[in-house]
């Protein structure tokens, strides 16, 4: 069964920095791209970042350009997100997904919340 696990969110002063992960199961992260989104209340759920399955290349949105990493380790199956220089505006519930196999999978969550 295809299952994320995300953690790593929490409350943070703007300028702060926190690490999310996204721990799968059912498939391997290196074998498929994989997404970070956020979702604001009241605003649609937009990409922020995703690597790509076959040399790692990375994709980053606009706003978190130079701010965002996102990088995998494949030995723990996992996707991170290394958010620094945090903006009261990142707060947002973060998801990872994938597409595996004509579906989209989603994790749970983890909520960020910057504050100025």
């Known amino acids: 069964e295809v299952q994320f696990v995300e953690s790593g969110g929490g409350l943070v002063q703007a300028g702060g920095s926190l690490r999310l992960s996204c721990e799968a199961s059912?498939?391997?992260?290196?074998?498929?791209?994989i997404g970070w989104f956020r979702q604001a209340p009241g605003k649609l759920r937009e990409g922020v970042s995703c690597?790509?399955?076959?040399?790692?290349?990375?994709y980053y949105a606009d706003s978190v350009k130079g701010r965002f990493t996102i990088y995998r380790d494949n030995a723990k199956n996992t996707v991170y997100l290394q958010m620094n220089s945090l903006k009261p505006e990142d707060t947002a519930v973060y998801y990872c997904?994938?597409?595996?196999?004509?579906?989209?999978?989603w994790g749970q969550g983890t909520q960020v919340t910057v504050y100025s």
């Open positions: 059912g498939f391997t992260v290196d074998r498929y791209q």
């Open positions: 690597i790509s399955s076959n040399d790692g290349s990375t």
């Open positions: 997904k994938v597409p595996f196999r004509g579906r989209d999978y």
